[in-house]
């Protein structure tokens, strides 16, 4: 009786630590899908913040040098009409002065 005791007791504690090392490994197992699934959040965040960064450096070198194309169209722009107002005044002071010319011209040739 007493062998069988034993035996019992030895199977009891055998099915309890069977029990335990299988609640065990199921939590193992929840805990590391769970750490498989956080890393891969934030892997995938990190990749995310990385392309979002790159894209706003990207962004600002393109607005960066449309602003200096600008800037150099303008002042193009800018000396363009200045010399375009120039040779205007030019032409009119030109043909002021022959106008006046004409009309002396005329003057003299009937007085």
């Not at 699934?37 to 995310?48: I, V």
């Not at 392309?51 to 363009?80: D, I, P, V, W």
């Amino acid at each position: 009786k007493l062998a069988q005791f034993e035996r019992a007791m030895h199977d009891g504690q055998r099915q309890a630590v069977e029990k335990l090392t299988t609640s065990f490994d199921g939590r193992l197992q929840a805990l590391q899908g769970d750490l498989a699934t956080r890393y891969a959040e934030e892997k995938e965040a990190a990749r995310s913040k990385h392309e979002h960064e790159m894209a706003l450096a990207n962004g600002q070198a393109e607005r960066e040098r449309l602003e200096a194309q600008f800037k150099a169209l303008q002042s193009g722009m800018t000396e363009s009409f200045a010399k375009l107002q120039d040779a205007h005044n030019q032409a009119s002071a030109r043909h002021l002065e022959e106008t006046r010319n004409g009309l002396n011209s005329l003057r003299e040739s009937g007085e």
